[in-house]
């Protein structure tokens, strides 16, 4: 069984920071893709980075410049460092990944439980 634990949130300030993480334990051969996600009251959960086994990261619009997602990949853990924050980035923030347990194993999407992030003005 593999679980995926978020850490990190918090309230803060307009124009504030926070780093996440998000780190993976238990049976683990290889985490291929990681990504955040973060879902807003009423709203529906929506990608905000995500980082391929590579390195390679992709970013929502809204966040780019403000945001950097990185992982190291011998603590199965990633991060989001989150700067510049603003009350439009208050929202539960969730870590994803695909996780192989075994080799030449099949890959599963795991979630992690959630971490609240609430920027006050």
């Known amino acids: 069984q593999v679980q995926l634990v978020e850490s990190g949130g918090g309230l803060v300030q307009v124009g504030g920071s926070l780093r996440l993480s998000c780190a993976a334990s238990?049976?683990?051969?290889?985490?291929?893709?990681m990504g955040w996600y973060r879902q807003a009251p009423g709203k529906q959960r929506e990608l905000v980075a995500d980082?391929?086994?590579?390195?390679?990261?992709n970013y929502a619009d809204s966040v780019k410049g403000r945001f950097t997602i990185s992982r190291d990949n011998a603590k199965n853990t990633g991060y989001l460092q989150m700067n510049s924050l603003k009350p439009e980035d208050t929202a539960v923030y969730f870590c994803?990944?695909?996780?192989?347990?075994?080799?030449?194993?099949?890959?599963?999407?795991?979630w992690g439980q959630g971490t609240q992030v609430t920027v006050s003005s």
């Open positions: 994803n990944a695909d996780i192989r347990a075994v080799y030449n194993g099949p890959y599963y999407v795991g």
């Open positions: 238990g049976s683990i051969f290889s985490i291929n893709h």
């Open positions: 980082i391929s086994s590579g390195g390679s990261t």
